[in-house]
């Protein structure tokens, strides 16, 4: 398609505008499947804008913006915010709290750069209402929550999205990250790993400490657990493959001189293939049931906390809007990379309907804090602030780009 993309630059008025949304979301964010106030806040600003809006998936919001006959292209932002106390020092910075499963109170902060996110997708709304006469088409706009915990994207499908909105040709999304602002990264094929938290509780025999015979200590066995299960991708994943596997807790016992009944660990798994996947994961359960049996210990339970499915680039997709991004940022500031380690819930939405999807990351730092001697913070840290400007617009005219590359040219 041909489609003037400086049709839709946006003026000092946008610019302002959207400085001010994005100000707003970052002071007050909300955890993963609560956004009730943001939900709230997306469904009123598309509704001014004169989308069909409505819920789904508990606290997601889609809107649908139709504009005449043409191909129908659906765009995803991530909602949710994060359980970490904000200490960016921003005059606009987040005090919020907000309670967790099990009623702790804590406070929350946009520490992901999900503001950014829902930022540019109104602002590239409202654009998109403003210049109708420039293309023809659907676009859907899927706010979808709790991305940080891997439920959002499946409770808007089995919701029936994609039954309640039109089914799009492709899904395109996006995330800020600590890179150059400015210059978006983008991957061709599998772009982020896939990722399983598990909850493993090791169950033994109470004793005194002073009669362990009359035990089954759960902290030892545990221990081997945890230092065997580190074999698996040493020694049982292809040395040409990628895994990971991360013990991130260890909680057993409350007494130094008491023996418990049990002991829990918490294990983190990444990977990029789907067979190697099958492979670790498996692995895991044999080594942590097989340790168990020979310390003579019950049969240890294994919950899942938490499953992230594959984000897939479509190849020829992604090739296709490599030269369109090119053609808009700059060729020097559209960069070819690798896949992260990182996990997002994005692939689901389209993967659930068989159609190709694009993910890319846009960078949120100015290149002093890059060059810079100290770290510079990334996702989830505390300090993590991208830089207002080029972000902001950056953000933008990469999604625009990508839906005006799908839809048809208008009257």
């Not at 907000?98 to 406070?107: F, I, K, M, R, S």
């Not at 706010?143 to 994609?162: R, T, Y």
């Not at 009359?214 to 040395?239: F, K, N, W, Y």
Request: charge should be negative; charged fraction near 20%.
């Amino acid at each position: 398609m041909t489609i003037d993309n400086a049709v839709f630059e946006l003026t000092d008025a946008h610019t302002t505008a959207m400085h001010e949304l994005y100000r707003h979301l970052h002071a007050h964010p909300e955890l993963s499947m609560q956004e009730t106030h943001t939900a709230a806040f997306i469904l009123e600003r598309l509704g001014h804008l004169g989308l069909d809006a409505f819920m789904c998936g508990g606290t997601g919001v889609v809107g649908v913006l139709r504009n005449g006959d043409g191909p129908v292209v659906a765009f995803r932002a991530d909602t949710d915010g994060l359980p970490i106390q904000e200490d960016t020092g921003l005059d606009y910075a987040s005090t919020t709290t907000g309670a967790l499963a099990d009623g702790t109170e804590v406070p929350v902060m946009h520490g992901c750069g999900h503001d950014t996110h829902v930022t540019v997708a109104l602002t590239t709304a409202q654009l998109l209402t403003e210049n109708r006469d420039a293309w023809s088409g659907t676009v859907v706009f899927v706010f979808q929550p709790g991305e940080e915990i891997g439920e959002g994207a499946e409770a808007m499908v089995e919701d029936g999205l994609w039954d309640k909105a039109p089914r799009p040709d492709i899904v395109y999304g996006q995330h800020v990250w600590p890179g150059l602002a400015g210059t978006v990264n983008i991957t061709t094929g599998t772009a982020m790993a896939m990722a399983d938290s598990w909850k493993v509780t090791v169950l033994g025999k109470q004793a005194h400490g002073s009669q362990p015979e009359q035990s089954i200590d759960p902290i030892v066995l545990g221990a081997h657990m945890v230092v065997r299960l580190q074999t698996v991708v040493s020694r049982e994943v292809h040395p040409m493959k990628s895994a990971v596997v991360t013990i991130g807790t260890f909680h057993g016992g409350l007494k130094e001189n008491i023996i418990p009944a049990s002991a829990e660990f918490t294990l983190n798994v990444r990977t990029f293939d789907v067979d190697v996947r099958e492979r670790v994961l498996a692995s895991l359960r044999r080594i942590i049931s097989a340790e168990a049996a020979a310390s003579g210990a019950p049969e240890p339970v294994i919950e899942e906390i938490t499953s992230f499915p594959q984000c897939y680039n479509d190849p020829s997709s992604t090739e296709d809007l490599i030269t369109v991004l090119g053609g808009v940022l700059g060729e020097d500031a559209v960069i070819e990379a690798p896949p992260v380690m990182g996990s997002e819930d994005f692939g689901l939405l389209a993967a659930a309907i068989g159609v190709p999807s694009v993910y890319w990351f846009f960078g949120g730092h100015p290149q002093e804090l890059l060059d810079g001697d100290g770290q510079v913070p990334g996702n989830h840290s505390p300090f993590f602030a991208p830089a207002i400007e080029p972000t902001l617009t950056t953000g933008v005219r990469a999604a625009l780009a990508a839906l005006l590359s799908r839809v048809g040219t208008g009257a």
